[in-house]
């Protein structure tokens, strides 16, 4: 499998203008900035999925029935608790699980800077263990000695309604890094992905390397190209924002990158339907409605979008993604992801963050996606300690 950055090279990868905004933006932006937008990412989308857990399946009318005239403002009880996340978060952080197993699998073939890397097969290894915390069985054998930090966490055991087609299109792999055999579009491949912009802005992958690799990722489970396409223009929003670009600045490039690839035009619909109503003066629930429930991904992608577009601040924003029809956990975190990269882990109301499920976890794992990149793992400056542990942590041989 050809890494992604030698992927797609040569090739439009969006506005030069934009390009040029997100690197002047990169060397302004300090390192604790950068952290705090990779940690508030994936703690936003803890966030948003842990608000909308509770109303999942319930309509507008029926939310607002039960919770009020402006819905659901607190977490709410669901599977047991308050504040746990569901399958979307859990599948988020094995998707940065199997990103970082590729990284340290580059250097476990002593090939420096990532000329060997293999972010889908290591992550299609990452969606089978956490197959395998849903209590299931793939097709295909794993050593317990490829188990790593995360299948070690027990709350990530606990079943929070996993998606039929990841589950499925998962016990059927029998090529670890095979693309799903269905036509499938639900947002099981797009909520997922947002690691994918952290990890690309890592390493300064082109935005069209981003976007590959997010189809890529996707298309494990997905094999709708609506499924996979909103999966890489996820990743590449994350990534300009990362960067400190401005969310309707990565609109651009993103939608250069799908003109240019086959069978978009429902994805790019749908980004540019919540371009335009974000800018209109119709009443957020209406614009919503519009756009969809969330239960299939352009419509998933397009809610959390247009909510991202329109918030005032964190909080507005992923209060108006969960109260909705429809996915309200799926969209509340995908937008919660945008939201957090947007402004960062102190935007994150602290009430909202306390009680989290696994937070310690989540902010490890966005730690890890920031730094991976300098871990000195082999060579003269290698810190033989620090590699042990993290070959333990993300092992992809016996160790």
Known sequence: TQHPQNQGRGQPDGSRSAQADQHARQAAQSPQQTLARYTGCLLGGAVGDALGAPIEFMSATDILLDFGPIGVTNYQPAYGGLGLITDDTQMTLFTADGLLRAWIEGHNHSQTHG?????????????????????????????????????????????????MTCLSSLRSMDTLGAPARNNSKGCGGVMRVAPVGLFAHSLHLK???TFQLGNRLAGLTHGHPTGQLTGGALAVFIQGLAGGVALRNCLPPVKALLRTTPDHEETLHAIEQAESL??????????????????????????????????????????LAVNHDGDSDSTGAIAGNLLGALYGESAIPAKWLQPLELRGVITEVARDLHDFHGWQLDGAHADAALAQRLRARYPVQPV
């Open 207 to 209: 935005p069209q390397q």
């Open 115 to 163: 000329h060997a890397l293999n972010p889908v097969r290591t992550t299609a290894l990452a969606y089978l263990l956490w197959l395998q915390t849903q209590g299931e069985s793939p097709a295909l054998s794993l050593a317990p000695a490829l188990h790593g930090w995360l299948f070690a966490q027990e709350a990530l055991h606990a079943r929070r309604a996993p998606g």
């Open 278 to 319: 974000a800018g209109s003066d119709l009443p957020h629930a209406e614009a919503i409605k519009r756009l969809g429930q969330g239960w299939i991904a352009e419509e998933a992608l397009a809610v959390s979008l247009y909510c991202a577009l329109v918030a005032q601040d964190f909080k507005h924003g992923v209060k």
